[in-house]
């Protein structure tokens, strides 16, 4: 063999095509936010969809499993088993809807209301910390952007 033949070792990596794709992004920086998110969260025993079950309920009151599923994207079957160990937690109830017999509203327990008063600042918190390098503009900037790709 000779030495136009050897691969090289690789001083350092090039990432100018991943880093110019748009989901290569922003994965990478959901999954640096996503780590500080599970590690302060595991004192209020919640994962990120549960976080946002929980606050789609705090400030919905009375919305239903099937507005949670659709705002979401989460299938029916898994819901349910969410809804139903947040209930065992006592973090939240159940009411007849007021318009649909057939439906139940959901609602936050006092317990489930005051934990996500601190789940969501200890959420807003670690957003501010992981955006750090960003100024206010940018961040409302940064936030735009990506609600326009999925809305």
């Known amino acids: 063999m000779d030495a136009k033949t050897l691969t090289p070792f690789v001083e350092k990596v090039d990432t100018r095509y991943l880093e110019s794709l748009a989901g290569y992004n922003s994965r990478r920086a959901a999954l640096a936010i996503i780590a500080v998110f599970l590690e302060r969260m595991t004192i209020f025993d919640l994962r990120p969809v549960d976080f946002s079950v929980l606050s789609l309920v705090a400030h919905n009151p009375g919305i239903t499993s099937r507005q949670l599923c ?69 961040r409302k900037t940064l936030l735009l952007l990506l609600k326009k790709i999925y809305k």
């Open 70 to 138: 659709d705002t979401l994207g989460i299938l029916a079957p898994n819901l349910v088993a969410m809804v139903n160990a947040m209930e065992k937690r006592a973090l939240i109830s159940r009411r007849r809807h007021p318009h649909d017999g057939r439906a139940m509203g959901l609602h936050l327990t006092a317990s489930g209301e005051a934990m996500m008063r601190d789940a969501e600042k200890t959420a807003a918190q670690l957003e501010l910390e992981a955006t750090s390098r960003l100024t206010a503009a940018e």
